[in-house]
C-alpha cells in the first residue's frame, strides 16, 4: 500500500491527509501528522473523505434531461443547455431568480472565477459555498 500526501476537500480548513492506495484504487485515509493546519487530526467527513473516489453513483460526465430523463452528453451540449436554461430564467424573473453554490472541491482560483460570472455575467450576488453551508 502506497500514502500519497494530499489535502482534504470537504471544507476550507484544508486539512492534510494521506491517502492510502493499493493497486492503483484510493482504499482509504490517514491524517498527517505534520501538516501545519490538522496536525494528525481529520474530523468525520475527512476520515471518509476517499469513499467518493470510485463509488458506482459519482458524475464522470455531464447529464442532460431528454425526455425526462438524465441521459449522458456531451459537455459542449451540457453547457449550452445550462446557458440556455439560466438565460431563459434571468429574462422571465430577473438576475435574482438565480443563485449559485460553489464547491470546497474547485481550487481558490476556479471559486473566484465562479463569483466573477456570478455577478458579471448573470448579474446577481447570489453566490455562495459549500464550506459555509
Ligand atoms: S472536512 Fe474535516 S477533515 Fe476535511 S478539511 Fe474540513 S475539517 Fe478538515
Redesign the pocket.
Known amino acids: 500500500m502506497r500514502q500519497v500526501m494530499s ?9 492534510g ?1 494521506y491517502l492510502l492506495v493499493e493497486d492503483e484504487r484510493v482504499v482509504g485515509v490517514a ?1 498527517s501528522r505534520n501538516h501545519p ?2 496536525r494528525n ?7 471518509h ?1 476517499h469513499e467518493f473516489v470510485h463509488h458506482p453513483d459519482r458524475l464522470s460526465k455531464p447529464l442532460v434531461r431528454r425526455g425526462g430523463e438524465l441521459r449522458p452528453a456531451s459537455w459542449d451540449e451540457a453547457l449550452d443547455r445550462a446557458a440556455e436554461g439560466l438565460a431563459q430564467v434571468k429574462e422571465r424573473y430577473g438576475p435574482d431568480a438565480i443563485g449559485v453554490l460553489s464547491s ?1 472541491k474547485c481550487t481558490n482560483e476556479e471559486n473566484f472565477l465562479l463569483q466573477k460570472f456570478t455577478r458579471a455575467v448573470l448579474g446577481t450576488n447570489n453566490i455562495d459555498h459549500c ?1 459555509r453551508l
Do not use: F, R
Not at 7 to 15: A, K, S, T
Not at 41 to 47: E, H, M
Open positions: 489535502v482534504c476537500c470537504y471544507c476550507g480548513c484544508g486539512c491527509l491524517p493546519v490538522s487530526n481529520l474530523c468525520v467527513k475527512g476520515w473523505v470546497a464550506a
